[in-house]
């Protein structure tokens, strides 16, 4: 079931929806060899519920017809480079950002997750003096996430590298977010929406 879908004046999409339960429904088609060939070796069925779900969304909901492939270490790619795409998943939900352009991060996340318990691993100081609801410190991890998935680095403390304002956390907003990595810093706007139970929140590079 589509939980939510927003596209935007740039050519910017994203689209939620919850991962079927059965575990035999199957992608109506694959664009290419190699996108069924990474499909069968995926190996259980949950990750096959996570890539069916992704696809139906990228097919259907956004209506790109490219194959999608992923990089050795795990990140998306569509073969005819259509668009710039991230996907994430929870337990039971998927989420599809794309742009036709430029890199995209997205990421989802059940608020109900035990946030609180690992929160000062993730946050600095300053963030979690403004950051104690379960929904604030989900759409924190969710943010930080994003802005991860954008730096491309390895080795990132997200309590030191990824700095957010937090003031204000709303059911839908946007973040400012600071990337200090090795030599480099950039600036990010990460939008977010919290849908029922779950938050979500995408940005551009």
Known sequence: MLLFRQAHCDGSCIAVAEIPDSDSLLPDKFFSAQ????????G??????????????????????DALHH???????????????????????????????????????????????VAPR????GELAHCRAPV?????WCAKETVYKLAG???????????????????????????AGKGKSSCFTVHYKVIGDIAVAYAKK
């Open 35 to 42: 996108e069924a060939q990474e499909y069968r070796l995926l």
């Open 44 to 65: 259980s069925a949950k990750r096959m519920r996570e890539r069916t779900a992704a696809l139906q969304l990228l097919h259907h909901t956004l209506g790109v017809e």
């Open 71 to 117: 990089y050795p270490n795990g990140k998306p790619y569509l073969a005819a480079d259509s668009h710039r795409i991230s996907i994430s998943h929870t337990r039971r939900c998927v989420a599809v950002a794309l742009h036709p352009c430029r890199e995209v991060g997205v990421d989802v996340e059940e608020i109900s997750r035990s946030f609180a318990k």
């Open 122 to 125: 993730y946050l600095s100081a």
């Open 136 to 140: 604030q410190l989900c759409v924190a």
């Open 153 to 179: 680095e390895e080795g990132v403390d997200f309590a030191k590298h990824i700095l957010l304002n937090l003031l204000n956390v709303d059911e839908e907003g946007s973040l400012a977010a600071l990337f």
